[in-house]
């Protein structure tokens, strides 16, 4: 039996990120997955970043040759093939999960395919799916088991059309209404993927905004163009029962408009739930060990992902940080640059670039206006959208708006929010300049190539500073 | 033995004097009070005369070097002779240059003999420092820092941040590093390298709102503000910051002091001295001062100090600037000496040749805006004074008096006082403008 320096169960970006990080630091590694196939990139690979993004680039595609007339392309008939749809995106799914299995041989890490436990001290256990067991000797372990889709208690997820985040994946047909639980990123993106499918969609949020968690200004924008596009947006709004069967979904809701409260009932022909993730630590033999999971299943870290056992640590969708695939890998390398006794920094939470790909795209980095206020800063910003920048126009795009949120005394910049075309590539110049704390100025100072969409982030900086160019 | 020379203190908020010439050669000997070397400064263009007799041994200081006060300029010896030391071994290798990284608190004539210890890391060019004496963000920029660091730093006046620990990506001092620095209360010490500049109290200043861009025009050229011309710049800046300026305009009656200059003005011509409307006016000032004690004060954070010497600094232009030289216990002079301190100081000052006691200690200041004829001005406090008085051209006004209606042609001066009304109010600094109206209407 080997005896490993660090062993990883599971497989995700948490996970084998953390499993290359450490064979790269020369440390002997191991990493288990528990996937019947030997299927290596967790939920992010299969069932999450990847593919979605492969069904969000056919909508974005489809929507660009809709309106080709308006750019010279004359594109008729321009319509969707469900069935390519999902042999393109199997096809990017599959590519990415050989290079992670690639990758495994290429840093010799040994890949164990079963369900692992914690087995006593310095002890993993794998159990293959034909319940043969072996046991792994190992100085330490890193916990990145990830999450699940979250089911509403009182929705009964058996009936065909009602999908969560994963059944949805697989669909063959495109809904004719398809009502959707929970404006988050998960249900926002797929809304957007479907409503340019050609389904009726209707979003359904229990927060006042849409994104909830992003800027209000950004939020209003969202809502606003999800309903040009002919959306169904339900803020304030609560699913209290759903009854489904072969044919479709009726679903009573609740909405809330200050005092009073309306109540509805919609039938739609599929409900995706998308009500959030939970955490996968049921059976990761914590039992007798030190680790503290609380009552949501999140295991109790400190800033270098160690758990309360010697030797363990967890990452990603399994603690208490942002449920980001960016996150976990991060987290992956933290904890094992600590293993290694390299002295890390920790990873600074604030600065967490958040991406939405819905049509418009959505991201951020740092602190919203509102949360800026709270913080106690004495807050000013700056608006500039993309109407007024070439680039925009050139793209047929000119949705949305670059906005910076800093603090008044300094300069400091405290946040950078984007509403728009490839707002999700546009948020790391902002990501970058807070990392490196960089005032305004810098920003400003900053050459932007032209036309770029990326003018819009200094133009914002030019806002901030009250004097925008080109508005 | 080897005698050190410093950079003297020419006036009350003066830090620094650049050097403009050297009046000896190395080698060359020295009458004790001699003019050595000429400096200029914010408040005053100005010939150093030499302390000791000696041997000019070392000049540490090169023409066009800004130094703190107090800073080692020239090493005599007061044994050798004349042609003993060589020129070459001895000619300051680089300047000192402004040691602005240094707290000025922390050094003092007796800090040793070499000058450049003073200055690490030392910037070769003065102009890198902004005039407050907090390095430049571009100075800032060579220790490693964030922005926002550099930013901080500035704020707060730190002026050196190797001290500082950072925890960022190749040891970057962070914000979070900073503030922790500024929060142990570190910086403040006055023996480290990071010491505030003193003089500066940061609390009290506001910030000067940055000036909107200047869009320049064909025609349009650049000329730096000169040493002396960017210290008053910045003195009226921070006056305005820290003072809450208030003001109040009296018209006095000159027809007593016309005449009693009239009867005097022969005799004193024959003592040797110019009687001028000025003289008059300080002896005022003098006595008023002397009967509120208040006008007289300063405020030291939430204290204020009564001065015991009443000293009075008169305005004198000069071609690009100004000066003000102090004549010092006024209120001990007569009327005579007062004139006759008066025409020296002046006359001293166009000529360059004030000594540096002569423009300190002021306790109030007198200015004079009627040289143009302008009916009055509005003065900027001098600090750390409380009060100044400026007065317009004395000219005949029609004026009405108050008891008869009858309309009279006398000559008259408006006097404009401003105060800080932090110190003083407005009854005060009426009732001390009465007091001195009172003592010029009823001269005799
Ligand atoms: C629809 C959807 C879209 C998303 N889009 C994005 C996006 O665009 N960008 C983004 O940053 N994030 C996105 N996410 C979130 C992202 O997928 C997760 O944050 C990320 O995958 C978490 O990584 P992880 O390594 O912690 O866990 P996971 O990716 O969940 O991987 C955990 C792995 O561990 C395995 N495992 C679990 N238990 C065991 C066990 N006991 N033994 C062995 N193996 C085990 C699982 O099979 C799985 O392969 C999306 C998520 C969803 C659901």
């Known amino acids: 039996m080997s005896q490993y320096d660090v062993v990883v169960i599971g497989s995700g970006p948490g996970g084998y990120v953390a499993a290359i990080h450490a064979a790269q630091s020369g440390l002997k590694t191991a990493i288990v997955e528990r996937e019947p196939t030997e299927r290596l990139g967790g939920t992010c690979l299969l069932r999450g970043c990847i593919p979605t993004k492969a069904m969000l680039h056919t909508a974005d595609m489809l929507e660009t040759l809709k309106k080709g007339d308006e750019i010279g392309v004359m594109a008729s008939d321009v319509a969707l093939d469900m069935a390519k749809m999902h042999a393109y995106k199997a096809k990017v799914v599959k590519k990415n999960a050989g290079g992670v299995s690639y990758l495994m041989k290429k840093n010799k890490i040994d890949v164990h395919l079963g369900h692992g436990r914690l087995a006593g001290k310095g002890k993993v256990s794998v159990e293959a799916a034909d319940g043969k067991t072996q046991t792994l000797s190992t100085k330490n372990v890193i916990l990145a088991t990830g999450s699940t889709c979250f089911h509403l208690p009182f929705i009964d997820m058996s009936p065909a059309r009602v999908l969560d985040s994963d059944g949805i994946l697989e669909l063959e047909e495109v809904p004719e209404h398809l009502v959707v639980i929970g404006a988050g990123a998960v249900g926002t993106e797929f809304a957007s993927v479907f409503l340019r499918y050609g389904s009726k969609v209707t979003l359904i949020e229990m927060a006042p905004r849409v994104l909830p968690s992003e800027d209000h200004e950004v939020c209003a924008e969202a809502e606003k163009s999800f309903k040009k596009q002919g959306m169904t947006v339900l803020t304030s709004s609560k699913v209290t029962d759903v009854k489904a069967d072969d044919k479709g979904v009726k679903l009573v809701v609740e909405t809330k408009k200050g005092d009073k409260t309306s109540s509805q009932t919609i039938e739609a022909s599929h409900l995706l739930v998308a009500a959030g993730r939970a955490p996968r630590t049921q059976d990761i033999g914590a039992k007798g060990t030190k680790i503290k999971i609380n009552d949501r299943g999140v295991v109790e870290v400190d800033e270098f992902l160690r758990t309360g056992e010697p030797g363990v640590y967890a990452i990603g969708d399994i603690v208490n940080t942002a449920w980001l695939a960016h996150v976990a890998s991060k987290e992956g390398i933290l904890a094992v640059d600590h293993i290694a006794g390299k002295n890390p920094r920790p990873i600074n939470h604030r600065l967490v670039p958040m991406c939405t790909y819905c049509s418009p795209e959505v991201a951020s980095v740092g602190l919203s206006e509102e949360a800026a206020k709270e913080a106690g800063y004495d807050v000013k910003t700056g608006v500039f959208p993309f109407s007024a920048i070439g680039k925009a126009a050139i793209l047929n795009k000119t949705e949305g708006f670059v906005k910076i949120v800093a603090d008044k005394k300094y300069d400091e910049l405290l946040g950078l929010h984007i509403i728009g075309p490839k707002a999700t590539e546009l948020i790391t110049e902002g990501t970058l300049a807070m990392e490196l704390e960089s005032t305004i100025e810098e920003l400003l100072m900053t050459i932007h190539p032209h036309p770029t969409l990326a003018e819009a982030v200094a133009e914002a900086a030019h806002a901030a500073m009250g004097h925008a160019i080109h508005i | ?444």
């Open chain 2, 1 to 444: 033995m080897r005698s050190e020379v410093v950079m003297p203190q020419m006036g009350e908020s003066v830090t620094e004097g650049t050097v403009t010439a050297w009046l000896k050669e190395i080698g060359d000997f020295v009458e004790r009070d001699e003019p050595l070397f000429e400096i200029t400064t914010d408040k005053v263009d100005a010939e150093v005369p030499s302390p000791l007799a000696g041997v000019l041994v070392e000049r540490l200081a090169k023409v066009g070097d800004t130094v703190e006060i107090n800073t080692v300029v020239a090493v005599l010896d007061t044994e050798a002779k004349a042609g003993e030391v060589s020129a070459a071994s001895h000619e300051a290798a680089s300047a000192p240059a402004k040691a602005a990284s240094a707290s000025s608190g922390a050094v003092s004539a007796s800090s040793g003999g070499s000058a450049t210890a003073l200055a690490s890391p030392a910037p070769t060019t003065t102009s890198a420092a902004s005039s407050n004496g907090v390095p430049s963000r571009e100075e800032l920029r060579r220790t490693r820092s964030t922005p926002l660091v550099r930013r901080i730093a500035q704020e707060h006046g730190i002026a050196d941040l190797s001290p500082i620990e950072g925890s960022g990506m190749s040891g970057r001092v962070t914000k979070a590093d900073i503030m922790a620095f500024i929060e142990s209360g570190a910086h403040q010490g006055t023996n480290g390298s990071t010491g505030p500049i003193a003089s500066q109290p940061a609390q009290q200043t506001r910030q000067a709102p940055a000036a909107p861009p200047i869009t320049l025009g064909d025609r349009d050229r650049y000329e730096p503000l000169g040493p002396q011309r960017a210290a008053i710049a910045e003195h009226m800046t921070r006056s305005r910051a820290t003072s809450a300026h208030a003001h109040t305009i009296h018209e006095i009656d000159f027809s007593a002091v016309f005449k009693a200059r009239k009867r005097m003005k022969a005799e004193f011509e024959e003592r040797g001295v110019k009687l001028t409307y000025t003289a008059f006016m300080v002896k005022a000032v003098a006595d008023a001062l002397r009967a509120f004690p208040v006008v007289n004060a300063s405020l030291d954070g939430d204290q204020l100090v009564y001065r015991g010497d009443i000293n009075v600094g008169v305005a004198v232009a000069l071609e690009a600037s100004l000066i003000v030289p102090v004549v010092r216990n006024v209120d001990e002079l007569s009327l005579l000496g007062v004139a006759r301190s008066i025409n020296d100081l002046a006359e001293r000052a166009r000529k360059k040749r004030l000594k540096p006691d002569e423009v300190r200690g002021g306790t109030f200041t007198l200015s004079n805006h009627g040289i143009f004829g302008a009916e009055f001005g509005v003065p900027i406090i001098n600090q750390p004074q409380t009060a100044i008085i400026s007065t317009g051209a004395i000219k005949k006004r029609v004026v009405v008096d108050q008891k008869t209606d009858a309309i009279m042609v006398r000559p008259t001066a408006i006097f404009c006082m401003s105060f800080d009304h932090r110190t003083i109010d407005g009854a005060t600094a009426d009732a001390f403008l009465a007091h001195i109206r009172t003592t010029l209407e009823g001269w005799e």
